[in-house]
């Protein structure tokens, strides 16, 4: 289910095999957090964290006892995010996401961290 999870934040499309139709997403970005159920509520939350395509990197993936975790980068327009998510499946389908990002990094932050690479 990582690349069904990955490629739904790349294009924002929502194949109907990937989530469970009680599945849920809590969103937690700096000072905030936004939950939705379901697919079709999944989907509307990734398009307004940012509409159109992403680019998205695997850091690193680790499978856990009910699904995986994984840590990632992505990009759209002019923003840049670092984050890790807790996936749950259950019956070959995505049940729960916990998704912890870091918030949009400015150039000067971004040039930074290349700077430590």
């Not at 990582?2 to 095999?17: C, I, N, S």
Request: proline share 6%; with cysteine; charged share 20%.
């Amino acid at each position: 289910m990582l690349t069904e999870f990955v490629e739904f934040l790349q294009t924002g499309q929502l194949r109907p095999d990937v989530f469970a139709t009680d599945a849920v997403i809590d969103f937690n970005v700096p000072s905030w957090r936004f939950s939705s159920r379901g697919p079709a509520a999944i989907a509307q939350q990734r398009h307004a964290a940012g509409p159109g395509p992403w680019q998205v990197v695997v850091d690193r993936a680790e499978p856990t006892p009910r699904g995986f975790v994984v840590e990632l980068h992505h990009a759209h327009a002019d923003q840049y995010y670092r984050t890790l998510s807790l996936v749950t499946v259950a019956n070959g389908r995505i049940l729960e996401v916990v998704h912890y990002c870091t918030g949009n990094w400015d150039a000067a932050a971004r040039e930074a961290y290349a700077a430590q690479r």
